[in-house]
């Protein structure tokens, strides 16, 4: 069974920073790769960042240059450091794992930013 747990949400202010863990089992996890994505209220789910397993990274834009994605295929964790937080990072954000045709999320933590 897979399991994607994601955990370090919290409430912060505008400036801070927040380290999200996303912690898999059940897969192969050097082969996924894994990525991060956010949603706030009333709007869609959209990317932020992933990392593949040769630690290939893509960054949304609103997010380069503060956010950081990566890896730790030993402890089959995915990390995204976040700095200098603005209030429209507000959002739940969730884990992905994808592989070929198969993709996962996790159930979210949430990330509240306050001005």
């Known amino acids: 069974q897979v399991q994607l747990v994601e955990s370090g949400g919290d409430l912060v202010q505008a400036g801070g920073s927040l380290r999200l863990s996303c912690a898999a089992s059940g897969i192969i996890f050097r082969i996924f790769a894994m990525g991060w994505y956010r949603q706030a209220p009333g709007k869609q789910r959209e990317f932020v960042a992933d990392i593949t397993g040769k630690l290939s990274t893509n960054y949304a834009d609103s997010v380069k240059g503060r956010f950081t994605i990566s890896r730790d295929d030993a402890k089959n964790t995915v990390y995204l450091q976040m700095n200098s937080l603005k209030p429209e990072d507000t959002a739940v954000y969730y884990c992905?794992?994808?592989?070929?045709?198969?993709?996962?999320w996790g159930q979210g933590t949430q990330v509240t930013v306050s001005s």
């Open positions: 992905n794992a994808r592989f070929v045709k198969n993709n996962y």
